[in-house]
């Protein structure tokens, strides 16, 4: 059981809208990776697979037993949202964002941070494996 987990989400679509993937990396407090998610989703935005990513994060870390997550993305906009700074004006992300504001209250803690794109290079390569594969 880990009751923290460090979690690196992205979200692309080639094209925009375009075909999408999601990666994500979680890590236990240790820095040991414990789960790694690379899914294709079809054709979506960009804003939509980085929404998309960080709900199936959360789902793996309900399933991994975590009680507090630290999301990292780079992606300011969602972080902005998610914190509750921007408004979700975008229709078909206002669903999304309800759908983690919700599965956020099973936790005790849940953070989101920005980081640059560097900083987010393993979550960044299993979208790209993700697209990869489907072409």
């Keep these: 059981m880990n009751s923290k987990l460090v979690i690196f989400t992205d979200g692309g679509a080639r094209g925009n809208p375009g075909p999408a993937a999601i990666g994500a990396v979680i890590r236990d407090e240790k820095e040991q990776v414990v789960a ?4 294709y989703i079809g054709e979506t935005t960009n804003n939509q697979a ?3 990513a960080v709900i199936a994060a ?3 870390a309900k399933e991994l037993g975590a009680i507090e997550l630290d999301f990292y993305l780079d992606s300011l906009l969602v972080v902005e949202q998610l914190n509750g700074n921007y408004k979700v004006k ?3 992300l206002a669903p999304l ?4 504001h919700n599965a956020r209250l099973g936790f005790k803690k849940v953070t989101f941070a ?3 794109r560097e900083q987010n290079k393993d979550a960044d390569k299993l979208v790209n494996l993700a697209l990869d594969s489907r072409e």
């Design 50 to 52: 980085e929404y998309r």
């Design 58 to 60: 959360i789902a793996k």
């Design 114 to 116: 920005h980081v640059r």
């Design 90 to 92: 975008n229709k078909d």
């Design 97 to 100: 964002f309800i759908q983690i």
């Design 36 to 39: 790694e998610i690379s899914e």
